[in-house]
């Protein structure tokens, strides 16, 4: 089976900018989870995706916000770019969340 | 109280000793457990997972479940230095999982 992907890898954008990160499953993966992950930090959960609905939800602004279409692919999305934005953003996939996690390779966003 | 907590470290062991990461959580409903490692700038990789009470070994890796006492370990044998990372714990609540901040794990030469 093929992993998780994440495109695209790496992202520059400038503060106020609004940036798009897409994450594509496991086949027969219906959960995708997306986190943040800052230098030395944990990671920070931003929300999960379950047939089409946001299920969890962190503790993030409105700036950040995600979809998931019907073959499981999910969308991240952060508006207003702010210098504090600047991390790795991992999305991680499952058959029904609760269960075992896989990650992707993450995209890692530098916000000038 | 965190729902899943890790001393961060830095836990320093010598190649060849017994690495011992420790982990608790405060849902006694939890049913499922997880350890991640993370290398540096990678994305985290799943160790093992247990499910039920007691010891569960994979290679050099042993996983430990204390249910009554909300405690999961992980014993890495025979540490190499290709084995430092960050190691994750994560319990499984219902629909999610909650990850620990990661214990830092340097095994020196």
């Known amino acids: 089976k093929a992993g998780v992907t994440q495109t695209p890898r790496y992202l520059i954008k400038t503060r106020g900018q609004q940036v798009t990160l897409s994450c594509s499953p496991i086949?027969?993966?219906?959960?995708v989870s997306w986190y943040q992950q800052t230098p030395g930090q944990g990671l920070q959960f931003l929300f999960e995706?379950?047939?089409?609905?946001?299920?969890n939800k962190g503790n993030f602004p409105g700036r950040f916000s995600g979809r998931q279409f019907s073959n499981s692919r999910s969308e991240m999305n952060v508006s207003t770019l702010e210098l504090g934005d600047s991390a790795l953003y991992l999305c991680a996939t499952s058959p029904r969340g609760g269960d075992t996690q896989y990650f992707g390779p993450g995209t890692r966003l530098t916000v000038l | 109280q965190k729902e899943v907590e890790q001393n961060s470290g830095p836990l320093s062991v010598p190649e060849g000793a017994i690495a011992s990461l420790n982990c608790t959580y405060s849902?006694?409903?939890?049913?499922?457990f997880f350890w991640y490692r993370q290398y540096s700038g990678k994305s985290p990789e799943l160790i093992m997972f247990i499910y039920s009470n007691g010891d569960k070994e994979d290679g050099r890796f042993t996983a430990q479940l204390n249910k009554a006492s909300q405690y999961v370990s992980l014993l890495i044998r025979d540490s190499q230095p290709s084995d430092s990372a960050t190691y994750l714990c994560a319990v499984s609540n219902t629909d999610k999982l909650i990850f620990g901040t990661g214990t830092r794990l340097q095994v020196f030469p």
């Open positions: 086949s027969g993966h219906r959960s």
């Open positions: 995706y379950f047939s089409e609905t946001q299920r």
């Open positions: 849902d006694r409903g939890s049913q499922s």
